[in-house]
């Protein structure tokens, strides 16, 4: 693990890549992977869809790292609760919560967010929910109750966006919906963002044990296995373990403004492939960028599998 952290921070530590060779400007012949390949195959999607995306990679045992208009502010939407989920789980690691401890959710709160499977298993009253429960609502299913209370207890949207800076992000901004401190806007898309290449570094960061314990790492990576919705998998083997968060806006006038999906992938050899993809102004549904994200996955997947013969 000691090792795969090293080279994980490498690869993080090069982001700033050449837009035409995918490759890190600074240092850039620590990485001599060649992506050229990959970025014609994205580029053939690019034409062919009617949406735009933008893609951050990283190959956490070997570190190679390549990104797609990674650098583009992407609308984050739910994938946001994955950096909320890993701050919990940091108060958990420092004895400040404990995984299976109740928290107590009014009616109200119960009440709120336009979608809530928590809502649903429990109904829209007063009742204390285990952490661990609220965690796998929030990340497997993409519970926004769960998220609310979430982001109220680690200080309100201006705490958690300056948390998630210290975790390392910097290409990340979030804003409160009005007179709620305690609840990121999702109605404002834009205004909620990310960098794909900076979302990937974090995803890498977690999953070599460099921001939470053991413990905390294995029960979250679970979760992030069990999540509903196909999207990066679409494509992929069927036996392929991937651990990742979703994220979906809402569709106007048959324009879907993103669809996201950030994850880990274990590929055929046991190497773990990580992939943040964001694709936005969609002209279609949800399952129309749903099927974007499939097949820029399978590209990718393709691509680090072809590296590793």
């Known amino acids: 693990m000691k090792k795969l952290s090293i080279i994980v921070i490498a690869a993080l530590g ?15 012949e620590t990485f001599r992977t060649d ?4 970025r014609r195959d994205l580029d053939s999607i690019a034409a062919g869809v009617e949406a735009k995306f933008a893609l951050g990679y990283i190959n956490i045992e070997t570190g190679d790292t390549f990104s797609y208009k990674g650098e583009e502010h992407q609308p ?23 995984i299976d401890q109740k928290v107590p959710m009014t009616a109200e709160e119960m009440g709120a967010g336009a979608r809530s499977p928590l809502r649903d298993a429990y109904g829209a009253k007063a009742v204390g929910v285990p952490i661990h429960d ?10 926004n109750v769960t998220c609310n209370k979430f982001t109220e207890m680690v200080g309100g949207v201006k705490a958690l966006d300056s948390q998630v800076h210290s975790l390392g992000v910097k290409g990340f901004g979030l804003v409160a919906a009005e007179g709620k ?42 979760m992030m296995e069990r999540a509903q919705r196909e999207r990066i998998k679409g494509q992929l083997p069927k036996e392929t373990v991937v651990a990742h968060k ?17 994850g880990i992938v274990t590929l055929p050899n046991s190497q ?17 960028g749903e099927a974007i994200i499939a097949r820029i996955a399978k590209a990718a997947f393709d691509h680090a599998v072809k590296r590793a013969e």
């Open 14 to 28: 090069f982001w700033g890549c050449n837009s035409e060779t995918g490759k890190p400007k600074e240092e850039a």
């Open 246 to 262: 979703t994220g979906t806006s809402g569709s106007e006038n048959g324009i879907t403004t993103a669809v996201n999906d950030i």
């Open 181 to 222: 401190p305690g609840a990121i806007d999702f109605s404002r898309p834009y205004e909620n963002w990310c960098e794909p290449r900076d979302m990937a570094g974090l995803l890498a960061k977690f999953y070599t044990g460099g921001i939470l314990s053991k413990t905390s790492t294995d029960t979250l990576r679970s």
């Open 35 to 38: 992506f050229t390949t990959l």
């Open 76 to 98: 984050m939407q739910s994938t946001v609760k994955f950096p909320l989920a890993l701050l919990i789980m940091q108060q958990i690691d420092a004895g400040k919560l404990k």
């Open 272 to 288: 773990h492939l990580v992939l943040a993809i964001y694709v936005t102004e969609v002209q279609g549904d949800m399952e129309a």
């Open 134 to 143: 609220m965690l796998y609502y929030m990340i497997a299913m993409s519970d």
